[in-house]
């Protein structure tokens, strides 16, 4: 433990963590906007109307709700095709400035050197951003979105969840450790770091999604004020776990003389016990 302490202090990976989740932060902007396009744009006003605003209005003041509102009719009202086309380059602009820091972030966690060149960086990172960004908002909707569905998906779907998300998940993250640093490192699909990465995200997100949910009110400035600061947090949490769970890895790989440590290797020594 000292030791992880060390290198993520020594990598300055809080530096890193905090500027992946300013990343994020701003991302979400784009993504409401892209979100609303694409359900003006499918004709599924009424999800809209039926789920998400009766969820925001008892939690703000009226005034607002009505201005939140009022925006979201215009852009139902109007042709959202250019508001989507802007809006996919923006987070995947926002998401590729993320990446960049991850890639960075993980050539000092693997002690490598950058050589690849500008344009090939710039790709990968675009390229990472859309696989990994579609593998997030995947997971985070079957976490969040999955137990509001009715009929007979509600029960199944609140079952399967706990099963898909980690695996989408997990897809995001070994996309990122495979392809992000500078070297492939010579890893397994479900390591340790993975799993802890995969594990504790889960975790914040339904905390947060249960804050959200019961306890958030933004009516008052304080109640404003703690959830803009929360969700900051979240998204710091969650950036700063995957640099640990890597951090994690690189260690356990060197202990174990550049093999790393597998839930394959787990399931045999707990079998011996």
Known sequence: MHELYRRFSDHELSIYAS???????VALIPLVLLALGLLGELGLQSTWRNSIA???????IHPVFEGINASVDKIFASDSGGLIAFAIVLVIWDLSI????IMRALNHVHDVEERRSTLRRFLVAVALAIAVGTCVIGAVLLLVAAPRAGGALNVALSILRWLLAPLVLGLGVGLLVRYAP????????ASVGSLLVIAVWIVTTELFRLWVSYVANFKTAVGSLAGLLLLTLYLFISSAIFLVGAELDELLRKET???????TDLIPGLARR
Do not use: Y
């Open 182 to 189: 500078a070297e492939k490192a010579d890893v397994r699909w």
């Open 257 to 263: 003389r550049g093999r790393g440590l597998a839930l």
């Open 19 to 25: 500027a992946i989740a300013f990343r994020a932060l």
């Open 98 to 101: 993320g990446i960049t820091a």
């Open 54 to 60: 009766p969820a925001i209005k008892p939690r703000v």
